[in-house]
């Protein structure tokens, strides 16, 4: 549908906000813009800010008629319908269908960190693998796989979907039923809740890397055991699915910790081999990722 040769246009709709790009024909980005999701003020509202976003691009992309869409949750072969997304106010709507009449063209709608292991895996920091695991560390926790350059969805299109297999049965609850799975444990909220818990000052997860850096004992401390309980759950999924590498994105992907020797060594001593041989890298296409991710969706 999307003329040979661009332009490209992706959506990617996050939780606190909506971010457009127009790609050219060489896959680089010639517009970007955001606008708060909104999301408190429920579905409807945010497909008008979609619709807005979008109008907004075509005047940059003119004769667009296919939209790429990167959303939380993944579209049921049930019935059509979102489901598993954490901005809750979409789960049981047909998103794809109601994106396509609000924009009056086609559109492709695909899990946000699909669209993030699509985009780094093509341009980014894991062009040089065959078979991709992008990881989303932010507010919740996803993946994306990508194989020879294509994604692979899965049988019920829920390949990837990392953060919601438990990892301690006794842990705290989490928005999908379950108790101790990934997001719960490690995601943002989670290791800013367990930093209060501690005893500390309410504060982002971001400063708490930065209190980390700067030798405060508590931030250390939740830090190391943040790391050794993500490495767990990364080994897990080095196990099953063997990538030639794993690339992380997400505000959380940021954490320096991550990379030292003591984030690989978590990792490393869980996997079943005598080595660890996959890397472990960070994105190369920062927060643009997912929306570029969502534009190469229109890609022929």
């Given at each position: 549908?999307?003329?040979?040769?661009?332009?490209?246009?992706?959506?990617?709709?996050?939780?606190?906000?909506?971010?457009?790009?127009?790609?050219?024909?060489?896959l680089q980005p010639r517009l970007?813009?955001?606008?708060?999701?909104?999301?408190?003020?429920?579905?409807?509202?945010?497909?008008?800010?979609?619709?807005?976003?979008?109008?907004?691009?075509?005047a940059e992309a003119p004769g667009v008629d296919y939209v790429g869409v990167g959303t939380p949750g993944s579209i049921s072969l049930r019935d059509g319908r979102l489901k598993n997304a954490n901005t809750t106010c979409m789960n049981g709507e047909r998103v794809r269908d109601d994106l396509e009449q609000a924009l009056g063209c086609a559109v492709r709608v695909e899990n946000d960190a699909d669209c993030f292991a699509l985009a780094?895996?093509?341009?980014?920091?894991?062009?040089?693998?065959?078979?991709?695991?992008?990881?989303?560390?932010?507010?919740?926790?996803?993946?994306?796989?990508?194989?020879?350059?294509?994604?692979?969805?899965?049988?019920?299109?829920?390949?990837?979907?990392?953060?919601?297999?438990?990892?301690?049965?006794?842990?705290?609850?989490?928005?999908?039923?379950q108790r101790g799975c990934v997001e719960a444990l490690c995601a943002g909220p989670a290791l800013e809740r367990q930093y209060v818990a501690a005893g500390a000052t309410a504060c982002t997860a971001a400063e708490i890397g930065a209190r980390a850096r700067e030798g405060e004992p508590t931030a250390r401390a939740l830090l190391a055991?943040?790391?050794?309980?993500?490495?767990?759950?990364?080994?897990?999924?080095?196990?099953?699915?063997?990538?030639?590498?794993?690339?992380?994105?997400?505000?959380?992907?940021?954490?320096?910790?991550?990379?030292?020797?003591?984030?690989r060594d978590a990792v490393a001593r869980r996997v079943f081999n005598d080595e660890l041989r996959t890397p472990i890298v960070r994105n190369a296409l920062g927060d643009s990722a997912g929306v570029v991710g969502a534009a190469l969706l229109t890609v022929a």
């Open positions: 549908m999307t003329r040979p040769g661009g332009p490209y246009v992706g959506i990617d709709l996050g939780g606190t906000k909506i971010e457009g790009v127009v790609l050219d024909a060489d970007r813009t955001r606008v708060p999701t909104q999301r408190d003020k429920g579905y409807r509202h945010i497909l008008e800010r979609v619709r807005g976003l979008v109008t907004a691009l075509r780094e895996a093509r341009l980014g920091a894991a062009r040089d693998g065959r078979v991709v695991f992008g990881v989303i560390l932010g507010t919740g926790i996803g993946g994306g796989i990508v194989i020879d350059g294509e994604l692979w969805r899965g049988h019920q299109r829920i390949a990837g979907e990392w953060g919601h297999t438990r990892i301690d049965p006794a842990g705290p609850a989490c928005w999908c039923g055991r943040w790391v050794d309980v993500l490495g767990g759950a990364l080994a897990n999924v080095v196990n099953v699915l063997d990538p030639d590498v794993v690339v992380l994105g997400g505000g959380l992907s940021n954490l320096e910790c991550l990379y030292d020797p003591a984030g």
